[in-house]
């Protein structure tokens, strides 16, 4: 299963809260009401340029489930319209 080098795992005091302007609002404005998130450190290597762009963010927060929504939605089309949803019929064209 391949060679290359050994993946190594970043050293997890790199990652600090501080260094990510958008963490540190989300830790100013949860103080203002007296709180304070222990686990926010876990979100910061998703705001690591390493890791992703913004704009890569921005995707994978639209799209995440995009494409088995857009499976289901497409199987339960086929699925009414292969037992006759019911909809099909008499939709008041005249015909009595």
């Not at 990652?15 to 958008?22: G, I, L, Q, S």
């Not at 705001?47 to 088995?68: E, I, M, V």
């Amino acid at each position: 299963m391949g060679g290359g080098e050994k993946f190594q795992c970043p050293d997890y005091r790199i990652y600090k809260v501080e260094n990510v302007p958008e963490l540190v609002q989300v830790q100013r404005a949860l103080a203002s009401h007296g709180l304070k998130d222990p686990w926010l450190r876990n979100e910061v290597w998703r705001y690591d340029p390493g890791f992703s762009t913004h704009g890569q963010r921005l995707k994978l927060a639209l799209f995440r489930g995009f494409k088995w929504g857009l499976i289901l939605a497409v199987g339960t089309v086929a699925l009414e319209r292969a037992f006759g949803g019911g909809h099909e019929h008499g939709h008041g064209h005249g015909h009595h």
